[in-house]
Nanobody
Framework: QVQLVESGGGLVQPGGSLRLSCVAS????????MAWYRQAPGKQRELVAD???????YYTDSVKDRATISIDNAKKMVYLHIDTLKPEDTAVYYC????????????????WGQGTLVTVSS
């Protein structure tokens, strides 16, 4: 099995920046897509950004010009940098991976981290 652990959340002032990190560990696997989702209080979980193993990226419109998702294949880590943070960025951010385990090559695994809280406030 594969475990994902996020870090980097915290309290940030509006206009500030942060970098979230996610490390994957466990069974040997091949990554298809990794993504960052977020869920604000009282809101549904939404996709923020994703990146394929070939480094093709996608960003939701609300962060398109402010966010950068990147992957370090050697370290098995994924990052999300968000600039010019706004109060509406406040949410629990979750790391997600769609991958295939070497031990079960016919199965596509959808793995999730535990989430890290980002609060944007003065």
């Amino acid at each position: 099995q594969v475990q994902l652990v996020e870090s980097g959340g915290g309290l940030v002032q509006p206009g500030g920046s942060l970098r979230l990190s996610c490390v994957a560990s466990g069974s040997i696997f091949f990554i298809g897509t990794m993504a960052w989702y977020r869920q604000a209080p009282g809101k549904q979980r939404e996709l923020v950004a994703d990146i394929t193993s070939g480094s093709t990226t996608y960003y939701t419109d609300s962060v398109k010009d402010r966010a950068t998702i990147s992957i370090d294949n050697a370290k098995k880590m994924v990052y999300l940098h968000i600039d010019t943070l706004k109060p509406e960025d406040t949410a629990v951010y979750y790391c997600n991976a769609r991958l295939t385990l070497v031990a079960a090559p016919t199965k596509v695994l959808d793995a999730w981290g535990q989430g890290t809280l980002v609060t944007v406030s003065s």
